[in-house]
């Protein structure tokens, strides 16, 4: 007669086995939480830069492109305060930090974003080709938003001065 003795219970490679099978898993779901969190930032970023351009469009959109006092005389900024801005080339080359809203106030809120924007004079027939200042009836506003000095996005849109 043989004398065999069971035993109840897992073998250590089994034990070693499991436990390294519950690592990975719960290793892979803290790294897919992770992604998942920047993911999440990053949208949020891009979301707040959307509308930080939307507020710069509002603000601009019923502008004159050019100075209704001076005309073409100057192109960028004939009054000192942005306060004072009554067209749209006034705005060439502004930066402002923190930004601001359609009303023209500081959204405090958003310190670690900045717009920037630029007013170009384009050509009629290319859209992308710079010409230089009042030489066309088209300008291009870019509105470039930024947080804590990168670039999150960049938006163009065409005027015509009528």
């Not at 705005?91 to 170009?120: H, K």
């Not at 050509?123 to 470039?144: C, G, L, M």
């Amino acid at each position: 007669m043989l004398n065999t003795r069971y035993q109840k219970g897992f073998t250590i490679i089994e034990v070693l086995f499991a436990i390294v099978l519950i690592g990975i898993a719960i290793a892979s779901l803290v790294a897919a939480n992770i992604s998942s969190t920047k993911a999440n930032a990053a949208g949020t970023n891009l979301s707040t830069a959307e509308f930080l351009v939307e507020q710069i469009k509002e603000l601009t959109a019923l502008l004159p492109v050019i100075d209704p006092q001076t005309g073409t005389d100057v192109f960028g900024p004939e009054e000192a305060v942005l306060a004072d801005y009554d067209d749209l080339d006034d705005f060439d080359g502004a930066s402002l930090s923190p930004p601001i809203n359609a009303n023209r106030e500081t959204m405090i809120e958003f310190t670690a974003f900045s717009q920037q924007i630029t007013v170009e004079n384009v050509n009629p027939a290319n859209f992308e080709q710079i010409v230089t200042d009042h030489s066309s009836y088209f300008v291009r506003v870019t509105v470039k938003v930024s947080m804590n000095s990168k670039e999150i996005s960049s938006t163009s849109w065409i005027r015509t001065r009528l």
